[in-house]
């Protein structure tokens, strides 16, 4: 993608990982002094609303961004194949970095409320003797999380392999990237179902 920014800045391709964080960041204080208010006067809820209701809506974003993801994706592609870029992976894209930032954004905010609002359960449901062992397992979903994200990944790389058309395969504009946004989508889906099953 075109990485320029002005005339003679060029953006590292591995700093747009820093926007996530700069956003979670930058939210979480406009969540306490903002949010928190409104939501406690329109629901009378202490913290404005409930943990798991925080957790929720950090995992639709987070479905969101997949879907976001996805569309950016396809988009890159159809430019790619436009431009007949298809069969040359090392080529700069005539798209500007720009159309990345959303989901970037989006990943700050759905950590901001899922894995802020789990560590929050964790920590409240928890005795008070035991808080640090509730951090560990909220540590530890999360690294579930990952190696079934991981394994997953596997899976649909032998899959694919097998039929001759694999999703993640050295050449991004020949694999299917936007499929693997979508099935992940699917599976915080199914997160977020469970989780208001559970409720």
Not at 53 to 69: D, K, Y
Request: charged residues 15%.
């Amino acid at each position: 993608m075109v990485r320029t920014i002005g005339s003679h800045f060029q953006l590292p391709p591995s700093s747009l990982q820093v926007l996530s964080s700069l956003t979670a960041i930058t939210t979480v204080p406009i969540y306490d002094r903002v949010f928190v208010p409104i939501a406690q006067k329109l629901t009378g809820h202490p913290s404005g609303i409930t943990v798991l209701q925080r957790i929720g809506f950090g995992l639709f974003l987070s479905i969101l961004n997949m879907a976001v993801s996805a569309l950016v994706e396809v988009k890159r592609v159809s430019i790619e194949r436009e431009h007949k870029l298809l069969d040359n992976p090392k080529a700069i894209v005539p798209m500007t970095v720009r159309w990345m930032l959303p989901q970037y954004m989006l990943c700050g905010f759905s950590e901001v409320f899922a894995f802020v609002g789990l560590q929050q359960l964790f920590y409240e449901q928890t005795p008070e003797t035991m808080r640090s062992l509730g951090a560990a397992i909220q540590l530890s979903v999360r690294g579930v999380g990952y190696l079934i994200s991981s394994a997953i990944i596997s899976i649909l790389q032998a899959i694919g392999s097998r039929f001759g058309r694999e999703w993640l395969g050295d050449n991004l504009n020949r694999a299917h990237l936007d499929y693997f946004y979508w099935v992940a989508g699917r599976v915080e889906h199914f997160e977020l179902v469970c989780l208001c099953m559970g409720c």
